[in-house]
């Protein structure tokens, strides 16, 4: 997704959600990567505590949040398109690899401006696709190579699974 799309009345996380639920999910699971412009910090991307309790009414086919690893960024702030990912990720059962996974558990700063650092480029993966992630990188910043944002170098998914089902 282009950061230079021109504005509408959508706004372009509105319009990842709507196309996530009406027509990638049932095709498999997502890996959603890109600039995405969105502080979220450290906050959670999932809901908290999130259990299964059989005194209270819950719909029958809720599905509980089974991944409750926290995760960690260098880039403590919280802006509002932040707020809209996590709430993204968490109506979508979605999650955030950066801070979380091997490879970069603190969370490196993907933009590097002479104003300051702060993460703004995300991989973030279907939650059933994330116990299977093995490692995920953000490249050290390199002024020749970009004016801002780092390259993320790899991702590496555990041996034997089948990516054909995955729409990325």
Same mark, same amino acid.
């Given at each position: 997704?282009?950061?230079?799309? %021109?504005?509408?009345?959508?706004?372009?996380?509105?319009?990842?959600e709507r196309d996530m639920t009406c027509t990638y999910k049932q095709l498999g699971d997502i890996i959603l990567c890109g600039?995405?412009?969105a502080r979220s910090g450290s906050e959670p991307d999932f809901i908290q505590n999130d259990v299964y309790d059989t005194h209270l009414p819950i719909y029958n086919d809720y599905d509980c949040d089974t991944i409750q690893d926290v995760r960690h960024s260098y880039d403590s702030k919280v802006d509002v398109r932040g707020r809209q990912l996590l709430d993204l990720c968490i109506s979508t059962k979605m999650r955030i690899l950066n801070g979380r996974v091997?490879?970069?558990?603190?969370?490196?700063?993907?933009? %590097?401006?002479?104003?300051g650092s702060s993460v703004v480029d995300y991989v973030i993966v279907s939650e059933a696709l994330l116990p299977k992630i093995?490692?995920?990188k953000i490249s050290d910043f390199i002024p020749n190579f970009s004016d801002c944002h780092c390259v993320k170098r790899k991702?590496?998914?555990?041996?034997?699974?089948?990516?054909?089902?995955?729409s990325v």
């Open positions: 997704m282009s950061s230079y799309l %021109h504005q509408s009345d959508d706004d372009v996380l509105d319009s990842i600039d995405l412009n091997l490879g970069d558990l603190y969370g490196k700063f993907t933009c %590097h401006k002479p104003t093995l490692s995920f991702i590496l998914v555990s041996k034997g699974e089948l990516l054909s089902k995955i």
